[in-house]
Every structure is written in structure tokens, then in C-alpha cells.
């Protein structure tokens, strides 16, 4: 699913590598969870694996595809088609409501829409909703929904139209440890009925124990640990 | 497509004040623009139509344009007259269709006075192919009639047979004569024409001759001449002297032919001059003013374009999040692009409609005002090729003018990435 080989990155205008990782892997269904201090990269690293930015140097694979090698239109239409993407916070456009944000993946990715059907869409949205506990918010303003809500309309915009990747970068830090672990717990419901891998990024080290998988970034970022010891 | 289209509306529409601020000024700019290309036009039609169907306006020796002024504007006055013999020749003339005579040089409270005949009625043409028309009334026959023009009769409060007397010379002074001795009757009221027509009042030439009889070189009579309005009759009045008439051609084909024998004419010095080109060069000397219509409400889209992109502008940085939620969508540099674009279409076409809306509007309720008062019809047709391209220069410049903040846009969400700003 994603594969890293001797990946770098450097901002431009900034004078040193803020990713440097020699080797990644993860695989098809796989729920990652990605570690890391505040400043350490993580963002950066999903950015490149969004497609939002290019690798300075290295190979990455995303779905079989190298990164280096699309342009920019190419990228942008892999992550709208096959990349489901969770903010921190704030996920929701405020001028449209629940149901319109959900189905906002699905009108910027075509292959997204082909794969749920048009007319499939508003029953896509309602079966998704309704395991997320959002269906009798569907016609509400994003604006008045708690954190949590908010989040889980992200999860569902993410999921809808079955991307093979989905990535939240840490899409929990704003809730509190009960909310968190419901949440997370849905989350991991939802990919494995859709099939998806899951890459979560998260700087809160007590969600390890409910992840199969953990990676710490300081270890494989010999960016960030070379900044650090300086 | 739609659904973008949809995502442009409804953040507009999350905006609305500000939206509604910049639709607001930009339909303004509109209506202002579409007013004043109205007015312009209205006024140089209602000024070209004044007279029509008239091929040559004949006078005494001296300028063209003083000719047209005194005979079409009724400003002014003739240097010279024209004996009625050379009047009669010319319209005896073969190739004449019709003339109309006009002795001017009187007045009545300020209004001048037209000594013409039943050919002005019958013949006298504006606006295209409009004839005059009585309101009231019949046109002045008798020696001692008059028939006023419509803005003379409402001004002056007349009525039908009422007695009026008329005034020496143009202009209204302590000093000037009045025919006092010979009283005229009125007979009857023109109806509106919104042309100089309105503001003049109409006696016969004979009557025009009358109340001059006695008068040595523009002198009135030293000692009573014994004429009264009693023992006058019009068989008795022989006409003399006219000032200028109007000339129809058979053919258009002949009328250099006709300017030039009447300029060449060998008993007595004449001017022909051909309205419509003495019309144009007349309107060209007020040409300045419609440009500087044209200009100030150039000026004005300019600041409703200005107005346009300032709020475009500062909604960006409060749509940074959003934007970075569309590229995390899926949506690229173009889609963010064109939803900026977008939106600045919308903006510029709703401006346009209601602007034009707002403009008939305010047509609609000036039109009768306007008419009254200075004569002009504003044109209320559909909207004029010239102002159709208006109108898509200023959605083509809108568009251009959103690239601006579209590339700001690109910029910004590049700079963020996924990072929420907010
Ligand atoms: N657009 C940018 N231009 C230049 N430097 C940047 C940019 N974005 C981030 N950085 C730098 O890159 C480094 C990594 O930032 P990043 O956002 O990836 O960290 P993070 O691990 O996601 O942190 P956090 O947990 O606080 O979200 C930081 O030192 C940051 O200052
Ligand atoms: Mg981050």
C-alpha cells in the first residue's frame, strides 16, 4: 500500500530535511499507528502521501504508484479517488450541512462517485451515518455539532466511496479519553467492513495498546533525530 | 460541475452581507451605465428628430447654423429676410414636392411668434414620419388667429378664444412694442410634440404682415395708419417678406441638385443648408458631454469591479481551512481556481441582471418625468448590441479581475497543504 525507500524532504526555504526515512512499509489492511513529538514531521509525512507535496529525493509507493512520477493533476485525482483524509479538527466546510460535507469526497472524486452509483448516494450516506450515529443529524448545520460529531461526519465524508487508504492526522486530540476510544473503536469498525488501511497519526502515546500496529516516526525519521541532537 | 457551481453559491451565500454589498454596487454601476447610454441616446434622437422628411431649410444670405438654429430652434435671429416672390419661384420649382414658410421675429411672453400657412399643418413632419396634430381647436386661418404649441398653452394657463397680443422683436423688455391695436384670437392648441414646436405660438403670414403694416425699416408707425382688426381683411394683406422655409424634394436624388440652383440663385442672395448634416455638425459642438457621460460611468464600473475584488479578496483568509478541506478532497489548483473565478462570474451576472432590472425600473418611472420636463424620450427598447457588449466587458473584466484572487488562493492553499490555518 505505501512503500518508503530512502524518502527525504525539505521545505522549501528551510535549510534542513524535515523528512529523511530510509524505509516504510505498510500494508494492505493494516491500522498503523504513527507516533511522533509535536514538529517531528508527521503532518509532512502525510502530506507526501496525500499527494499535497513531492518528495525531494527517494521512492514512494502509494497504491502502487509512484509518487515522483505523477504530476500534479495525477496526484490530486489519486488522493480526490483513493485517499480518504481526517484533519486534527475543523474537517467541515461550514456553509454546507452534514449530509453535504459527507457527500463532498464523492463530487470532487469521480471514481469515488462511479463506485458508490449517483443514485446510491443518498442511501451510501444514509447507511454510513447511521453507523456512525449521525443520521438524525444529517440535514444539521456542521457549525452546531459537537467536536465528536464533527469528527465522525469527517470519518464518514473519509469513508464514503470506499478509498483503499484512509488517513487521520491526529483526528482525536480535541476529544476526551471516553469520546476517544468510542471513536477510535468506530473507526476501526468502518475500515475493516470497507477494507481499508488505515494510517493514523497520533503524538498521544496511551492509544498504542489499541493499535495492531506502531511506528515510532523519531525512528525512522533520521531527519527529525539529527535536528533534535543538534 | 453543478455541484461546484452549488459550492459557489452557498459560500457566497455564507457571506451574504458582503456578497450583497458587492451585487448591490456592481447592479448600480450597471444601472448607471445603462441610464446614461439611454439618456444619451433619447436625447440625441428627440434632438435628430426634431425635424424630419425636410430636405433643405432655405434663408436670406448668412451662417448656416444661425439659419438652422432660428428655423428649427427658434434661437436667434435672421439677418435677412427673403422677398416672397423668390419664395414663390422656389416653390413653383419642378422639382419641389412641398414648402413651408416661416416669418418669424415676434414674441408673446417670451415665446416666439411663427407667421407660416396651411403647409406647415399639412406637411411638418418629426420624429420619423409624426405630423403635428391639434389638441384643440383648429390650425389659425383668419388674419387675427393664433394656434399655440402645447407647452404654450399649459404655461401660460390659455384657453380657446382667449385674446392675446403680440410683442415686437424676440425678446421680452419694458421697452419693446406691443401690437396692442391688433389682438389675436385663440383658435386652437397643437398637442405635444417634445420638440421647439411646443414653445412657439402660430399665426398666419398675412397676420404676421398685418400687425407690421405702417412700419418703416423695423420702426413702428409714426402716426396712426387707420388699420384696425375691424377693417382688415386677409385678401387685403399682401405677404412681402418671409424669413426662411422649409423645402421637400420630389426625389432625394435631386436635393444637392435644388441646394446648389437655390445657392446659385441670381435675384437675390439665399442659403440652403440640408438638416440632417447641419443637425450632425450642431450635435458633434455638444459631443464633449456624451463623452463625459461615457467616462464618469466607465469610472463607476470601475469602482464596482474595484468594490468586487476587495471582498474576494478578504474572504480568503477566512476560507483558508476550507480550502485546505477541498484539496483534501481531492480537489487540485485549477478546481480551486476556478471555484474563485467562479465566483466573481457570479457576482459580475447577478450584478448585470439586477442592474438592468434597476435600470428599466428607474426608466420606467423617470420616462414620463424626463418627457415632461425636458422634452427627451428615453428609449425603453430591449437592450442595444452596444450595451450588450458593455455588459460582457464587464463580466469578461470581473472574470480577469478573479483570477487575482484566485491565484492568491492557489498560492495559499499550496503554502498550507494540509496543514488547518485558522
Ligand atoms: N509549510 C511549511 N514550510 C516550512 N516548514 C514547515 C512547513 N510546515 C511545517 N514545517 C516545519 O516542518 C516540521 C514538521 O512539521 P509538521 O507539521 O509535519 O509536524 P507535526 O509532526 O505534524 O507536528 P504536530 O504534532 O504539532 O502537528 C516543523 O519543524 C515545521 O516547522
Ligand atoms: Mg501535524
Redesign the pocket.
Known sequence: MIHVQNLTFQ????HHL??NIPSLNIEKGDQVLLR????????????LIAGILTPTSGKLQVLGRNMSELSTAQRDSLRGNHIGYIF?MLNLVPYLNVEQNIALSCHMGQKRMQRVGKDNLTKKIEKLANNLGLLSLLKQEVTRLSVGQQQRVAVARALLGNPELIIA??PTSALDTGNRESFLKLLFEQCETAGATLLF?S?DDSLQSLFRRNLA?SQLNLA?ST?AEE | MIFRLFLVIKSLWNRRFSTLLTISSLSISVALLIGVERVRQGARESFSGTISKTDLIVGGRGGSMQLLLYTVFRIGNATNNISFDTYKTIKNNSQVEWTIPYSLGDSHRSFRVVGTDENFYEHYRFRGDQILELHEGKAAQELFDVTLGSDVAVKLEYKLGQKITLTHGAVESPSAFAHKDKPFTIVGILKKTNTPIDKSVYITLQGMEAIHIGWQNGAPPQEDTGTTTQNLRKEDVKVDQITSFLVRAKSRIQVLNLQRSISNYEQEPLTAIIPGVAMSELWSTVEYAEIGLKVVSFFVIVVGLIGMLISLYTALEARRREMAILRSVGAGVPTIAMLLVAEAFVLSVTGCIFGVGIAYAALLLARPLVEAQIGVLLPLAALSSLEWIYLAGLIASALLLGLLPSWRAVKNSL???L?LRM
Open positions: 521545505y522549501t526555504g528551510s524535515t523528512i511522533g513529538a509535536s514538529g517531528c514531521g508527521k503532518t509532512t509525512l502525510l502530506g486534527q492526522d491526529e497519526v503524538h516516526l527529525h535536528f | 503554502a498550507d497543504g496543514t
